[in-house]
């Protein structure tokens, strides 16, 4: 979890937050609650609905289901891309498998 900026640690002192946010990026949107500022606007949607799900607002809670929604499709075509990919390298590593044995299948 990422410390608030304007709370002070055990010591006494302020933290701030880890970012993932690059140098030679912008910042696409900051957490209004912990102050994380995010690359991209999915990222910080999806962070806002699950670290902060008992704070945030109604357009905060469809935002972050929007942004579930879209990672959910996403992932399932790269697991589509995965496998088609483990199924092409099985069928060359077959076939080359068939040539060296040198009968073919020709």
Same mark, same amino acid.
């Given at each position: 979890m990422f410390p608030d900026a304007d709370r002070g640690d055990a010591r006494g002192t302020v933290t701030t937050p880890e970012t993932a946010v690059r140098a030679d990026e912008t910042v696409a949107a900051v957490c209004p609650y912990c102050r994380r500022p995010f690359a991209e606007r999915e990222a910080h949607d999806l962070h806002v609905g699950e670290r902060?799900?008992?704070?945030?607002?109604?357009?905060? %809670?469809?935002?972050?289901?929007?942004? %579930?929604?879209?990672? %959910?499709?996403?992932? +399932?075509? +790269?697991?589509? %891309?995965?496998?088609?990919?483990?199924g092409v390298l099985y069928t060359i590593t077959v076939l080359l498998y068939m040539i060296a044995l040198g009968g073919g299948f020709l």
């Open positions: 902060h799900a008992e704070a945030c607002s109604a357009v905060e %809670r469809d935002a972050y289901a929007a942004a %579930r929604e879209a990672e %959910r499709d996403a992932l +399932f075509y +790269f697991h589509l %891309r995965v496998v088609a990919a483990i």
